[in-house]
T-cell receptor, first 112, second 108 residues
Framework: DAGVTQSPTHLIKTRGQQVTLRCSPISGHKSVSWYQQVLGQGPQFIFQ???????GRGNFPDRFSARQFPNYSSELNVNALLLGDSALYLC???????????FGPGTRLTVT | DAKTTQPPSMDCAEGRAANLPCNHS???????VYWYRQIHSQGPQYIIH???NNETNEMASLIITEDRKSSTLILPHATLRDTAVYYCIVIAGNQFYFGTGTSLTVIP
């Protein structure tokens, strides 16, 4: 079985731009969560979606948004990028909400 | 306020047991404790989770204190491949909280 996939692998953007990151969960998993991991720190929870509804939100500004599609894949959008948004963005899928998480390899975003 | 507290680093001799502690004093009665590890900049890998009873699987054992305010992850026979950052996670207020993590170095 394929694991969690994320695209793109790496991305370079300029301050003020917008970015969309994509995540495909493990087949049969209905929940996706997103994390931001700044170098040297642990992952910080951004969002959790279950059955296309937002079930949890971390302490991130409104520039961060996400959605989950009928096939349970998900997108994370970040508007008006700041240098501080440079990080590894991780997606995890779960069979149900608030369950054991399976992480993807992440998308490395660099904002210049 | 931190939801979990872990020592920043630990060393363990290869072949010996590695015992990684975590404090989660604000955990609620129905909240699970999860442990994950992360090697380099790969995605975190699930290890084990528990509610109140001790748990064991092929990777590790989890010991949770009776008051549930702390837990210990035990890797029974550490190998060099167990060198990683280990995270203790709780769920609170519809958020997953990763601790700061413990960087475990297994020494030959």
């Amino acid at each position: 079985d394929a694991g969690v996939t994320q695209s793109p692998t790496h991305l370079i953007k300029t301050r003020g731009q917008q970015v969309t990151l994509r995540c495909s969960p493990i087949s049969g998993h209905k929940s996706v969560s997103w994390y931001q991991q700044v170098l040297g720190q642990g992952p910080q929870f951004i969002f959790q979606y279950y059955e296309k509804e937002e079930r949890g939100r971390g302490n991130f500004p409104d520039r961060f948004s996400a959605r989950q599609f009928p096939n349970y894949s998900s997108e994370l959008n970040v508007n008006a990028l700041l240098l501080g948004d440079s990080a590894l963005y991780l997606c995890a899928s779960m069979p149900q909400a608030w369950d054991e998480q399976y992480f993807g390899p992440g998308t490395r975003l660099t904002v210049t | 306020d931190a939801k979990t507290t872990q020592p920043p680093s630990m060393d363990c001799a290869e072949g010996r047991a590695a015992n990684l502690p975590c404090n989660h004093s604000t955990i609620s009665g129905n909240e699970y404790v999860y442990w994950y590890r992360q090697i380099h900049s790969q995605g975190p890998q699930y290890i084990i989770h528990g509610l109140k009873n001790n748990e064991t699987n092929e990777m590790a054992s989890l010991i949770i204190t009776e008051d549930r305010k702390s837990s210990t992850l035990i890797l029974p026979h550490a190998t060099l491949r167990d060198t990683a950052v280990y995270y203790c996670i709780v769920i609170a207020g519809n958020q997953f909280y990763f601790g700061t993590g413990t960087s475990l170095t297994v020494i030959p």
